[in-house]
């Protein structure tokens, strides 16, 4: 080698180290600095948006990185049990709908959190959370698998202006007597005579599951029940649902579709929502969510609705002779057993879940976020400033009840796209009401006793508001 | 050497024939285990599953053999039958159409037309765009206040109130329109180089014998593009009996049943419900109805010749 090649050998290794250790100092050496990196799953509803802006702040004080990953509801549950099913490590936070949460727990895929929060009473605060919310959507025979980050419960929201111009009184934020199923449908009817342009409400006809979300808001408080007896022990899960009360539900539900815009029956969740925020509807009840996206011209977008200003939020009617009960739907924080960092996903789902963590998302650029299940967040001046119906809001999670609403036994998801189907068909008028709920109730014993739940010979759990209440005083500072 | 003259050499030439002829048996043999390893272990699988009791909403592993239940719950259950109906109808008027369409598009194409090249390359823009987009699109342009009922009300045709999504009677025309739109060009382009490769002599010997463009068509265009056509046209119809994309984005199978097709039935009992053995049933079921239906299809195109 001559001494020119020696110095050009020379410089060329001299490129590679400095190139080496640049790499390293961009990739490899933060690693070291930080504690640990968690992968977190979620569903990308108006809470994913607002927690990927506070995420800067939760890495920055606690040193642990979040790689959020977020998408349609239907490709997260494939993305969760293809992770469950090839016991992926990689996946340390999920979001998990209430309606899954038996089925994940009962197959052992995400783990409880009951002894975590016995460790951690002073920090979780369970007496903050109003209990109906972690009855509903937290807990599963006695423990707690999961803490909430969206909980929605449903009112109704109506249009001032149209109201107005009917001449109807406003509905009740407090219970009122007056505010009964028969009532709203009188307005319904009142409103859709304004005008050719005018609907008196909307609704979700959409199968398989976003029709029973919006319908079964309206069946609870009619008194239908879908089994014979659950949560409570000893469980029956005969189908009670082609009943007297059920049909005239159903019909009750089909002639609110005839004031609706006609292709409601396609509707989706968001379709009712943006429906009421740009056209002339009177009247509607929706998940609560759909309070603040209706201030919105589109789904997380900035520029504002035509309707800003011209809407306000009610409770929900009830039917007298029956108990009041609401629904509730609620996404909550779970780590799925074959986490390797169990303790790093346990810190990022306390701060999550925590007032200020809530608070933070509530207040970030596009005010779209609150869904809370702490109490005191629905008393803070701060947030009512933005969210103005959050007294409301608090007295529809206190009076729901989601395992009643939409009971979650593990198979729900089946239950839930056949129910879809035959009330979709009602509304098309391919059946009636009573063939529609006859079907039902005969696909459903079906699926009972084809997974071998009906005869149910399985231990029942006595899951009752007061057990959950019990558990929350014991996991409480 | 052998004792009889010349033996040796023989079976010298049989041992060195014998290699050679193995030879590409032997080369082509990895790539046929491989490929028979991925499509015969999916299937085996599927099938090994399908009578099992396997649903993952209450068992994380299956709970033992259930002999044919879940190919008998398939066949009793009325979505099943419907979503064969629906898949049937769609799949067969789609790819008539869109054959039809595409030939047209095609003759007009091979005119060597001004504008040509850019009316080709404008035309793979639908095919290129992802069903799941498409459908989305095309759900807002059917809603009652969209472009679609707008053009047709123009030239008088009546439009349900639901809009066309939302009634029985053409939610599924709805569907085959925007598979239409979409793949028509696809037809076009391949039977386009089915013209195209035409020797030029035998339509121009044809056109100076006088015969018209019908019977240019009928007599040498038609019979020349039979093989090209009838492969797309078995190809597409394979397609569109597994279509799921442009259904999960416009009707997710409403209203009612009216658009529930065979793939998305399997869909919902896969990916939604997790049941694994009854959907594997009702895979199986789907392969045995495709299987039947193409080799008829193969049989009575191809009777008596060789392929």
Avoid at chain 1, 67 to 82: K, V, Y
Avoid at chain 2, 116 to 142: E, K, Q
């Amino acid at each position: 080698m001559t001494l020119r090649e020696m110095k050009w050998a020379g410089k060329l290794l001299q490129v590679v180290v400095i190139g080496m250790l640049g790499i390293l100092l961009l990739t490899g050496l933060p690693a070291f600095a930080q504690k640990a990196t968690i992968n977190v799953l979620g569903v990308q509803d108006p809470w994913y948006f607002a927690l990927e802006e506070i995420l800067p702040q939760f890495e920055k004080e606690t040193g642990i990185k979040v790689n959020l990953e977020g998408m349609a509801w239907d490709a997260l549950q494939a993305r969760l049990i293809t992770s469950f099913i090839t016991k992926e490590k990689g996946v340390d936070v999920i979001s998990v709908d209430d309606c899954r949460l038996a089925q994940f727990a009962e197959n052992g895929w995400i783990i409880p959190l009951t002894s975590l929060i016995k460790k951690d009473k002073q920090a979780v605060k369970m007496n903050e959370f109003v209990p109906q919310v972690i009855h509903s959507s937290c807990t599963w025979r006695g423990d707690v698998y999961t803490l909430p980050i969206a909980t929605y419960s449903q009112f109704v929201m109506y249009r001032i202006d149209l109201l107005e111009k009917a001449g109807l009184l406003t509905p009740p934020t407090d219970p009122a007597d007056w505010w009964t199923w028969d009532e709203y449908m009188r307005y319904v009817k009142k409103l859709d005579g304004l005008g050719e342009e005018i609907y008196g409400t909307v609704i979700v006809g959409s199968q398989p599951v976003p029709i029973v979300h919006m319908y079964t808001g309206l069946e609870v408080s009619r008194g239908v029940r879908w089994f014979k007896q659950f949560p409570e022990a000893p469980w029956d899960f005969t189908p009670t649902i082609n009943t007297e009360k059920s049909i005239n539900t159903l019909k009750f539900y089909k002639e609110l579709y005839k004031y609706s815009p006609p292709e409601a029956i396609n509707y989706l969740w968001f379709d009712a929502g943006t429906a009421f925020a740009k056209k002339d509807v009177g009247i509607y009840y929706w998940w609560s969510p759909y309070g603040y996206l209706a201030r919105h011209a589109g789904y997380m977008v900035e520029e504002p609705s035509p309707i800003v200003g011209k809407f306000g939020v009610s409770l929900m009617p009830y039917e007298p002779g029956e108990p009041k009960v609401y629904s509730l739907g609620a996404h909550g924080l779970g780590i799925p057993k074959y986490s390797a960092v169990k303790e790093e996903a346990w810190e990022f789902i306390k701060w999550v879940t925590s007032s200020e963590g809530q608070k933070a998302m509530a207040l970030t650029h596009l005010h779209a976020f609150n869904d809370f299940a702490r109490e005191p967040l629905f008393n803070d001046p701060e947030l009512i400033k933005y969210y103005p119906w959050l007294p409301t809001q608090l007295y529809t999670v206190k009076e729901a009840d989601g395992k009643v609403a939409r009971p979650h036994t593990p198979l729900y998801p089946s239950l839930e796209g056949f129910y879809g189907l035959q009330l979709n068909s009602a509304l098309a008028g391919h059946k009636t009401p009573e063939q529609a709920m006859a079907d039902a109730q005969a696909q459903w014993e079906v699926i009972m006793k084809q997974n071998y739940y009906l005869p149910y010979k399985g231990l029942s759990y006595d899951d009752t508001i007061d057990k959950t209440l019990d558990l929350i005083e014991e996991l409480s500072p | 050497m052998g004792l009889i003259p010349g033996v040796g050499v023989i079976k010298k030439e049989t041992m060195l024939n014998v290699k050679h002829s193995s030879l590409p048996y032997v080369l082509v043999l990895p790539s046929l285990l491989f490929l028979a390893f991925i499509i015969v272990y999916p299937l085996g699988f599927s099938l090994y599953y399908s009578f099992q009791m396997w649903n993952l909403q209450i068992s994380p592993v299956p709970l033992g053999p259930v002999g044919f239940m879940n190919y008998r719950t398939a066949i009793s259950d009325p979505t099943f039958v419907h979503s064969l109906i629906n898949t049937l109808k769609l799949s067969a008027a789609a790819t008539a159409i869109q054959f039809v369409f595409g030939l047209s598009i095609a003759l007009l194409l091979s005119e060597n037309l001004k504008g040509g090249n850019v009316a080709r390359a404008l035309l793979i823009m639908p095919t290129a765009m992802a069903p799941m987009v498409a459908g989305f699109i095309f759900r807002y342009l059917y809603y009652p206040d969209g472009l679609i009922p707008y053009f047709l009300s123009l030239v008088r045709i009546p439009i349900p109130k639901e809009g066309i999504l939302g009634n029985a009677s053409t939610a599924l025309w709805g569907i085959t329109l925007t598979d239409v739109w979409e793949w028509t060009p696809f037809f076009a382009i391949i039977l386009l180089a089915g013209i195209k490769s035409i020797p030029v002599e035998i339509i121009e010997a044809a056109q100076v014998d006088g015969a018209s463009f019908f019977a240019t068509f009928w007599h040498i265009i038609l019979p020349n593009l039979r093989f090209v056509a009838l492969i797309i046209i078995m190809i597409r119809f394979m397609q569109i009996f597994n279509l799921f994309d442009i259904i999960y984005a416009e009707t997710m199978g409403g209203p009612g049943t009216s658009t529930r097709t065979l793939s998305y039935n399997l869909y919902y009992r896969g990916l939604v419900e997790y049941n694994i053995g009854y959907s594997s049933a009702i895979a199986w079921i789907m392969i045995i109805i495709m299987v039947i239906i193409i080799n008829v299809f193969l049989f009575l195109s191809f009777k008596g010749e060789e392929l």
